[in-house]
């Protein structure tokens, strides 16, 4: 069961790592314990201090930080094969909440198994940590975004990090991927209202770059949307290095 899960980790990490057998068969001895969970649970609160590590196996989360007055603000969204909390091994308490954003299946690996493995594959210790800072790569990106960017070019750059993220995990074809996503909460990722990212989207519509229809996107003209977003996918780091 374990080696099942293990599986959208290893899907994941040799994106961006390489991997000799003996890495791979330590990740597949993991214990990880499954659970299923519905759309916008939190899985982990803000202030929480946890003892396991989650992965996505299945589905989408998102990291989310709430202002006093219940403004919130989405951090980052994760992907299958992504640990979302990872810090959390070395940071004792939650600074933000960790939430699913559809119905997910989640693996959760001790802490103490992860500091096991780290000790004992130091090549599995380098690739957790580069996927860390891949992560705060990303942070910094939608930093930008945030910042600096128009709501179009916002909008534009969003898609199209996803649609790279998605691609290499197999999870995106040609331009086409599903995201379970509400307008509301595209507003939380890149600090708009709903009303301006309905207006965005039907302008991305009308000037033939996207389609949507639920949760499905199709990206109809990728190298224009990514020069909108002013989006170069370097900072995403999709070639293995040992």
Known sequence: ?????????????????KLDGKDVEAIRNLSIERRMTGPREIVVHDGERPTQCCLVVEGFMFRAKTTFDGQRQILSLHVPGEIPDLQSLHLRIMDHDLVTLTSCTLGFIPHEALKRLNSARPNVAAA?????????????EWIVNVGRRTGLARMAHLLSELRRR??????????????????????????????????????LRREGLIEVERSAFHLLNQPKLEELGQFDPHYLHQTPVS
């Open 128 to 140: 957790l940590w580069r996927e860390t800072l891949i992560d705060a790569a990303i942070f910094r």
């Open 166 to 203: 998605l691609e290499v995990i197999g999870r995106a074809s040609d331009g086409a991927f599903r995201l379970p996503i509400t307008q509301a909460e595209l507003a939380d990722c890149l600090a708009m209202s709903t009303v301006h990212v309905n207006r965005v989207l039907q302008e």
């Open 1 to 17: 069961m374990a080696g099942s899960l293990s599986d959208a980790l290893l899907r994941k990490i040799t994106v961006s790592n």
